[in-house]
């Protein structure tokens, strides 16, 4: 076996020396990292501050330890990203090495007042202190009233907090709703104007002649009419009228009225007395607020009535309390709409609680053609031989909107909807005119918009014709005829808006041609009558029956004795 030569043996050494080399560099690693361990364990512990001053000079006045220090800012820290209420790191030399977050827990308050860049906050004992707000948190975004996270000790507002229990209640924007944007309802607007809107307008005056504004309005009449509708304007106008004033805005709480209702005794009550809360702190200022109750015979029905779980003996006092209790309710007014008015309870409708009713009726036939104005417009694309026609578009939309609107109130056989029959036997045809509301009339120029697409997919033929308008008026009448069982006729004609001193005892529903449809020969309404005992003396005539005739069988029957 021969020797290694030279060069065998020089790669060998070079081998070696690379394993040498490699172990020397863990060796010094391990080593580095065993004194950066060393150095950390023996390194002095750190303290944290809090922002209260930026300087220019690279410097901060901090709060650390109950101690207010101004401090240096390491290189590496940009000053430019901190926020007074802001934590940093501080080493041992009181330097500033490193920014940290802010304070996500801690105690919550009540905004009571915002100015400028600080704001008057309510804690949790009832005591008041000014507290600082942070750039972080916008002025523009608290009002009165929002629950905050606060730095107690160092006097910042960190964030606004969510109410969970009652802020998915409230709406406090302001609706863009005009009253422009409401037809066929010029008295009605006039009055609701005058009586919330003048005492802000003047409140001079009303204090010259000894007259408070009205803690509420009750707006009450047949579904589909506006009452919302209404109810949003008057935020709205109150809204643009006193954006001159220092307020600059008023606020409109809408309340969604069955998401108040709570399995948990005393919650209902609970969220009421917060609501009212709310509101007060909102108007502390001057600033009016409206509370609209939508649907509000769900919530404060009349207490005994029996209709539903008895829940309304403790909530509608709650409201009647928050109303006229010992809380002045200033610049707050109260806004029901319900069209049933007859379920809600007698003692929040008199006179110092909603003190103005206002009724809301069906549009008529000029009100039906200024409603439809609104949704049917010169700058939708009509049909080039209706314009042609009428010379220009917006003569061709007054035009259509006249035959749709005839043909929805002519009283012809095709439009007879029910009959009626009333307590002393007369008989009346009522015709769809008579059930005619805005939101039928939105519908009806909806369906014509949907025909005049349908046709230009199909046709090619591009733009709303008057056919359209008067097949889409036809197909919501055959649609309302159709829908709804009558099952009591004094019922139908409260939810129907038919409501007077004349007593419906029967109810009819015609179809096409003004024929009956399906009519059960008994009268709808009329309960079933047990057999009396020997020793009880019945009153035919308090029996509900179509008329005079009804009458005299029964009483033939009753003495011929076989009930």
Sequence with gaps: MSEPTLMDQFLEVQRKNDRLSAALKDARNTIAQLGEQLQALTQPPASYGTVLEIGADRTLAVMSAGRKLRVAVAADVDVASLVEGQEVLLNSGNVVVAAQRFESAGELATIEL???????????????????????TDAGEFRSGDLVLVDAKNGFVLEHVERPDVEHLLLEEIPDVSYSDIGGLGPQIEAIQDTVELPFEQPQLYREHGLKPPKGVLLYGPPGCGKTLIAKAVATSLSHKLSSSS???????????????????????????????RARDRAAGGVPVVIFFDEMEALFRTRG???????ETTVVPQLLAEIDGVEKLDNVIVIGASNREDMIDPAILRAGRLDVKIRIERPKFAGAIEIMEKYLTPDLPIHE????????AQAAV?????????????????????????????????????????????????????????????????GIRTRHLIEATREVAREDESVGAIQSPTEWARVNGRSSDRRITYVKKLGAMGQAQGADPVPHGI???????????????????RGPRAVTDFSRTLKEGLL
């Design 305 to 311: 009535s029996g209709v539903s779980s008895d829940v």
């Design 247 to 277: 307020s600059g805005r008023s606020y409109f709480i809408n309340i969604k009225g069955p998401q108040l209702l709570d399995k948990y005794v005393g919650e209902t009550e609970r969220q009421i007395r917060e609501i009212f809360s």
């Design 114 to 136: 915002v100015a400028g860049d600080r704001a008057l906050v309510r804690l949790g004992d009832a005591s008041k202190r000014l507290f600082h707000l942070t750039k972080r």
């Design 398 to 462: 007054r035009h259509m909107i006249r035959a749709g609107v005839e043909a929805l109130f002519a009283k012809t056989p095709e439009n007879a909807f029910v009959e009626v029959t009333y307590a002393d036997g007369e008989s009346e045809i009522l015709y769809i005119s008579d059930f005619v509301s805005g939101a039928m009339l939105a519908e009806i120029v909806d369906r014509a918009k949907k025909g005049a697409i349908k046709d230009l997919l199909a046709t090619g033929e591009r």
């Design 385 to 392: 031989e209706e314009i042609a026609s009428a010379g220009s």
């Design 527 to 545: 309960p079933d009558v047990e057999a009396p005992q020997s020793d009880t003396v019945v009153d035919p005539t308090t029996v509900p029956a």
